[in-house]
């Protein structure tokens, strides 16, 4: 009786041991199944493969050709109903633009020591051509000597050669005129050297001139308004 006993004892703890590795084995395939199934179901589709890009965008919409950045819509800036400028005549008369930077013109400022006391100016638009003509005699003292003058200018052409004369009638010739367009500066040589001269007996500077009645705001520019309705 206790061999049997041992014997049946021995064969309970085998069967049990037995049941014990079937139910860890089943317990391992239905994880290895839930794992397979959770990551054939998350797996995206299969995309086809691109196709080899030619430079050129893709996201235009459909028969559009690339832009290059440039665009064709036109400016905004432009007051409105101001007239297109006028193009400006090639010949640049008898003061042509020099790259002249061995005087003091080369400067922004003007010199101190050349002192306009008074101006004489005439103007005449002329508005059905979109430009203004005009003269100015400008009186001038000098502190110190000088062969050269020079004033601003912008958008304007000298039309004949400047002259320069004493307020007593003394005539001094100018043999020299050219525009210094870096800083707007139109620049007159005297044949000789000017002396120092004062309110008493000014120099006297006379040009000719045409201006452009541009759209711009600058200088002596053209505009419109509008007033029950009609542009004036």
Not at 168 to 186: H, R, T, V, W
Request: aromatic share 8%; proline share 10%; hydrophobic share 30%.
């Amino acid at each position: 009786m206790e061999g049997m006993d041992f014997e049946d004892e021995k064969s309970k703890r085998y069967c049990m041991k037995t049941k014990h590795v079937a139910v860890i084995c089943g317990v391992v395939v239905v994880v290895g199944l839930a794992v397979g199934l959770g990551v054939g179901l998350s797996r995206p589709k299969c995309q086809p493969e691109d196709p080899p890009t030619s430079g050129v965008p893709t996201d235009l919409p459909t028969g559009q050709p690339p832009t290059s950045g440039v665009t064709t819509d036109p400016p905004t800036d432009r007051p409105t109903g101001q007239p297109t400028n006028p193009t400006p005549p090639v010949d640049s008369g008898p003061c042509p633009s020099k790259n002249d930077e061995t005087g003091e013109w080369r400067h922004f400022r003007l010199p101190t020591y050349v002192k306009p006391v008074h101006y004489d100016l005439e103007m005449k638009p002329e508005m059905e051509k979109d430009i203004y003509t005009g003269s100015v005699s400008i009186s001038i003292t000098l502190e110190k000597p000088t062969s050269y003058l020079w004033l601003h200018l912008r958008e304007t052409k000298i039309t004949e050669m400047p002259t320069l004369q004493k307020s007593s009638g003394q005539q001094i010739a100018l043999n020299d005129c050219f525009e210094y367009k870096p800083q707007e500066y139109i620049v007159m040589k005297a044949e000789a050297e000017l002396s120092v001269t004062n309110e008493s007996d000014p120099y006297i500077l006379t040009l000719k001139f045409q201006g452009w009645l541009n759209g711009s705001l600058v200088g002596f520019y053209r505009t419109t308004y509008t007033e029950n309705g009609v542009i004036k």
